[in-house]
Every structure is written in C-alpha cells, then in structure tokens.
C-alpha cells in the first residue's frame, strides 16, 4: 500500500541535536558570496556555547552574491532554557548578519523536531513551547512543528515519529494534546513509526503505520479519526498489522497473512462502520493514486480482489492491486503463462483495465524490458494487455517462449512486443513461431544477445507485412542491425 504523506527525517539518536538551516541571498563584500558565508557561519555559530558542531555550504550564483545552508547541531540534553537562548542567538546571528538585498530564511531542529524560524523571537518561543512539551520523551524519535501562518492560509503542523509501535496511539495522543493546549486547532497532527527508522530513510519515505487528522489526497481538511484507532487497534489485538494509515472516514491496512484479511475487515468495520476500510495482507497489497483528491472506495477494489484471489498460485510473489490494474509478479516464464491464462479465464471486468504478469518491472532505466532483462542475464518473459486483449497477449507470450527474454503488451491504445534471438539464423523459426499470432498494429522490437544497441531494430505489421521504422536522429543502422532487419522482412514479406 502507499501510506500517508511525505515522512520527515529525524536527526540522528545518540545526541540531542539542534539544526539551524539558513539561506543567504545579495550582495556581498566576497566575489564568491556563498562559499565565504559558509564559512562565516561554521566560525561564528561554532562558538555558540552549547553548539556541537556546525555544516555549511554555499551557492555562488552571482558574483558578490550567493546562498548558504548552514546546520548546527547542539550539545546533548540542553535544558528548555539553553534550546531558547540558542535559538535567539541563531536568530540574532541571522538578523545581525543582514544587509541591504540579503534575505535569510532558517529552521532549526532540536531532539529531532524540526521547525522554521520565524521572524520575531515570540513567534520562536510559541513554536519552542510546542517542541518542549514533546521533546525529552524517550518513546518519541522527533518530528516537525510548523505554527499555523497569521493568516490563516496554513493551518500549521505537528508531526511525531515514535521509537516503537506499541507506542503510536500513546504518540498520537500527545500530539492532539499539545496541539489543544496550543490552540493549534486547524493543525495538522500525525503520529508514525516504521520498522527501519535511520536516519538515512529518504524524504519521501512512507512511514509503516501512521495516525492523522488529514487524508493524505484530498483538501486536507482535518477531522477526529477517534472510530478508525479503536477499529485499529482492534485488529492489531487479532492479527499481525505490518502496515496501517489511520485517517477520519478512512483506515487502510496491510497484514503479515492473507488469510487474516477477512476477519479483520469485518472487526474494523464493526468498529467504524462509516469508514472505509481497505484491507490487504500477505503477498497481496492494494495501491491508492497518488494527488487523487476522489480516493477509491473500499468497494472499488472489489473486481481487483477477485482476480487477485486468481492470481495467488504457485510460482507468484507478489498482487499490485489498485481498482484498475491488477499487477502479478512471477519469475518462471511457465508459471507467467499459466498464471496469465487463469486470470484470462476469470473473465476480468470492470473497473479492471489492465492486467499485467511476469517478473517485477525494472524501471531503473530507460531500456526496454528485454535489453533489461538481457543484461540481467535472465530469461524472462512478461504477459500484460486489456481484459479484452489478454488473451492475445498470451498467444503472443507462448510463440515468444523459445525468444527470451522477451514480452508482450496488447492494449487498445499500445500494441508492442520485444524478443531477443541469439543470431540472426534464428530469424525463420521466429518468424514461423510469431506470424500465426501477431495482432495487426503490433510494434516489433527485436534484438540480437550481446550485441546492444547495434543488433536491436524496430519493426511494426501494417496490413500483414512487416515495415523497418525510420532511424531517429542520431542513429545509425549498424551491420548488425541491417542484417537482422533485412533478415525479418525477407523471411515474413517473401
């Protein structure tokens, strides 16, 4: 599943940690402006008392101009007092620095809370009474803290990450308290936890399980998701939950068993009878749109899971579901094929569009699946088309199984299929094996092993004959390429 929002990272564990990130743009007495203030900044907020250590870097966009990241990490355990002077200190070393076209913009982050500076030293002291009341609490790892804008057209944030995850509904506890008692009533709250927490998690990491008062996808609005906890934690007494989004109106979950998946359903539901409850687990995992403000309804995924219960079959070791594609990752060109043909003999239907079987996609870079697959040293073979064209696709996907790696995609809109022949000798027998079921239109993509971009050339079936496309800009039609492509249309128009 795709959990929740953006994840902040926190600041590494084993010290209490205090960053202040600040942007310096204008004139300067320095040619290189950025780098010169990078260094400025790492002397003089390197002697702040209480500071640890200091990290610049500049940006020298115009001469005598320039932009500068620093961040400065605090000794371990500073009181709420010493948080306070430092951070006055950073913001007068910030407002004492400015001159005529210079601009600084700061954040800072202390235990792990991270918040932007604000102008006036009092706005700074109502974001520090928010982080002191969560900060020195050994089950919270940290979080970020934005005060809701003066206004009005940011409602503010308080997000906390937890150390264990039979903390979360303690965090998210605490959370809405400090956001009552801040008056924060238009914040957006989130407690979260993850099973690999380091501090080198990407920005955009999901967290595994995560409360809110937002939907993650709509306008944003917050709301109470006080029925969809108690649904959640009913489940998580009942059955292993690897994975969960907790949301007003909305609670998604993801189980260690596939087989838990219905008696959990129908525990949340009972709990939260006006949510909509999405449930997976096992190998089977369901996929929401991303920036999709008309989230799928439990209901929707309802054709998918079918197909998917289809699809759970030897040889299979993941199900991809969203409420139009149905996603099955199998390695054995064999089981490709029978696992295609089953699900072609379930009769996929609405709101299912596409159906796709065979290894799991490498989007790595740029090549096409075969060149992939055939620099992975694989045989591998992928099945994918329309409910109505599925079929087709795994006529095509059967002629290929002696031309692999190779693939098949038949679509109303997209009609392609790639194969890989060890020499051009084999150019008949492919031929003899693919004609018979070629669909008209289908775009043609063959290759030569161990010969890469040279012994590759693109064809496309117009009106029962095979025509050579046009070479791009830049390209060359090798000997390589030539003979194999002379070859194909010797052996199908002849």
């Known amino acids: 599943m795709l959990w929740g929002r953006r994840r902040t990272r926190s600041t590494a564990l084993t010290a ?19 780098s010169a203030g990078a260094e400025k900044a790492e002397r003089e907020l390197s002697a702040l008392d209480g500071v640890q ?33 430092v951070t006055h200190e950073v913001g007068r070393w910030i407002h004492d620095a400015s001159g005529p076209g210079t601009t600084y913009h700061g954040s800072m982050e202390a235990d792990g809370f991270g918040f932007f500076l604000e102008g006036r030293a009092s706005e700074n002291d109502e974001l520090l009474a928010v982080v002191d009341r969560l900060r020195g609490d050994d089950r919270w790892l940290g979080g970020d803290v934005d005060a809701p804008s003066a206004s009005g057209t940011a409602g503010g944030n308080i997000a906390l990450t937890v150390r264990e995850a039979d903390d979360l509904v303690s965090g998210w506890d605490a959370v809405r308290k400090v956001a009552t008692s801040s008056r924060w009533d238009t914040a957006s709250t989130s407690a979260s936890w993850s099973a690999d927490q380091s501090d080198d998690l990407p920005a955009y990491h999901a967290p595994d399980l995560r409360i809110a008062n937002d939907v993650a996808g709509t306008d944003d609005t917050v709301g109470d998701p006080t029925p969809e906890i108690a649904a959640y934690e009913r489940v998580r007494a009942a059955h292993e939950v690897t994975r969960a989004s907790v949301t007003p109106g909305r609670l998604l979950m993801h189980l260690a068993d596939l087989d838990d998946v219905g008696d959990a359903t129908a525990i949340a539901q009972q709990a939260a009878p006006d949510a909509q409850v999405i449930v997976d687990g096992g190998i089977v995992t369901k996929d929401e749109p991303q920036g999709d403000d008309d989230l799928p309804d439990a209901d929707d995924y309802a054709e998918a899971d ?58 790595t870079n740029g090549a096409d699946g075969a060149d992939r697959d055939a620099a992975d040293g694989t045989n591998r073979l992928s099945v994918d088309g329309s409910p109505a064209m599925l079929g087709a696709s795994i006529q095509v996907g059967t002629a290929l199984r002696a031309f692999l790696p190779a693939a098949s995609e038949q679509f109303s ?19 003899a094996a693919v004609r018979p079921v070629l669909p008209e239109g289908t775009g043609l993509h063959v290759r030569l092993a161990d010969r890469g971009t040279g012994g590759t050339t693109d064809l496309t079936l117009r009106d029962g004959k095979l025509t050579a496309e046009p070479l791009r800009d830049g390209e060359q039609r090798g000997a390589d390429r030539t003979d194999l492509e002379r070859a194909l249309l010797d052996a199908w128009n002849s």
């Not at 991809?320 to 696992?339: G, H, K, N, W, Y």
């Not at 392609?416 to 008949?428: C, F, N």
């Open 53 to 85: 250590s200091v990290r610049g870097s500049g940006t020298n966009n115009l001469p005598f101009a320039g932009e500068v990241s620093v961040r400065v990490t605090a000794d371990d355990d500073l009181s709420d007092a010493d948080l306070r002077r």
């Open 306 to 363: 079918r197909l998917a219960a289809v699809a759970v079959r030897p040889g299979v070791t993941a199900v991809s579901l969203t409420p139009t594609l149905v996603d099955v990752t199998v390695a054995d060109p064999d089981a490709v094929l029978a696992t295609a043909t089953a699900l072609a003999a379930a009769a996929p239907a609405d709101p299912v569009t596409s159906i796709r079987v065979g290894p799991k996609a490498d989007t």
């Open 413 to 431: 809109t997209n009609q392609s299929v790639a194969a890989t022949l060890s020499d051009a000798g084999q150019v008949p027998a492919f031929v």
């Open 16 to 34: 209490t940690t205090l960053t202040a990130v600040l942007l310096l743009t204008g004139c300067s007495a320095h040619v290189n402006a950025g």
